[in-house]
């Protein structure tokens, strides 16, 4: 099939790599380069530079209203479009332009977390599942025909990284399997129920404080629902300290303070273990490691 694909991160490229093995992608479409690093130069997406390498044309616009623009994506005379991550909302006109549509590669078991950034709401949320939906695009926010489902389990264990890469695969391997049955006219749309409905907010870093005043449980999915990024901290004196994970351990205490010298912490309701934490402008480290250079004492108080 000639294929249009449209997306932008990490979370995207797995989904490109499957298709470019067994389809032509007559092009790619990803956000513009952006300033990033310590020097703020400007740098290409990850799925822009994975098109590049592979000697797929790139087109970065910074919308797709305009008229040329759309006339452009029409010129490529696709069968279809894929969409995974791209950030840019679709028009009606190149929702229009491929011969089957725009196919979604949504990360979420629709109609739950529609929006910005739903594993990091499913971890946060408590979910006990999470998975992909590939979904026929319309006009609305994620509201369009589901086509294809997969599941996978969220345990106390999982981070967003994590999660991120599971369905990353997942995807990749659904939307083989639904543009093969979409070829072969096996696909009955099924529309999104109309009952539970959630919205995955983007995530602001004002949210990354930690709360030890909640119970345990919740201070656990709201460390691993931000880790790697923008990443759970806490404060201990000057320092901002970050937690990418943690686990569920014995103990009761005040709240934020710790019950023993190896990042043990009490919560509103039961205690949590620390064990990867980053200091400012240092890796990520284990919490052995952690404490062989920065001591944290039984009854410290945490802000």
Not at 29 to 38: D, E, H, I, K, L
Not at 102 to 111: E, G, T
């Amino acid at each position: 099939m000639r294929i249009v694909f449209m997306g932008t991160p990490d979370f995207s490229v797995t989904a490109l790599a499957r298709l470019a093995e067994r389809h032509e992608i007559v092009a790619v479409y990803s956000q513009p380069p952006r300033p990033a690093g310590r020097g703020q130069q400007l740098r290409s997406s990850p799925v822009a530079i994975f098109a590049e390498k592979h000697g797929i044309p790139v087109h970065t616009p910074k919308g797709l209203k305009k008229p040329e623009t759309q006339a452009v994506f029409s010129a490529h005379n696709a069968d279809v479009a894929v969409v995974a991550a791209y950030g840019l909302i679709l028009p009606q006109a190149i929702l229009d332009a491929p011969r089957l549509g725009c196919l979604n590669i949504h990360a979420s078991l629709l109609p739950r977390w529609r929006g910005a950034a739903p594993i990091q709401r499913a971890i946060m949320a408590g979910d006990k599942v999470s998975g992909v939906t590939i979904m026929q695009m319309d006009a609305g926010l994620d509201t369009g025909a589901m086509l294809m489902i997969r599941e996978t389990p969220i345990t106390d264990a999982t981070t967003a990284q994590g999660l991120h890469d599971t369905l990353a695969t997942i995807g990749a391997g659904l939307i083989v399997e639904t543009l093969e049955a979409l070829e072969q006219g096996r696909l009955r749309p099924e529309p999104q129920p109309a009952q539970g409905v959630t919205y995955a907010e983007k995530i602001d870093k004002a949210e990354a404080h930690i709360d030890f005043t909640r119970p345990a449980p919740e201070v656990l999915r709201h460390i691993h629902g931000l880790s790697p990024f923008p990443g759970a901290w806490f404060a201990h004196g000057a320092e901002r300290i970050k937690v990418l994970a943690a686990e569920r351990a014995e103990g009761a205490g005040a709240p934020g303070v710790t019950l023993d010298d190896r990042l043990l912490i009490a919560c509103g309701d039961g205690a949590v273990r620390l064990t990867i934490v980053q200091r400012a402008g240092k890796g990520p480290a284990p919490a052995e490691a952690f404490l062989r250079g920065y001591a944290l004492p039984k009854a410290t108080v945490l802000a």
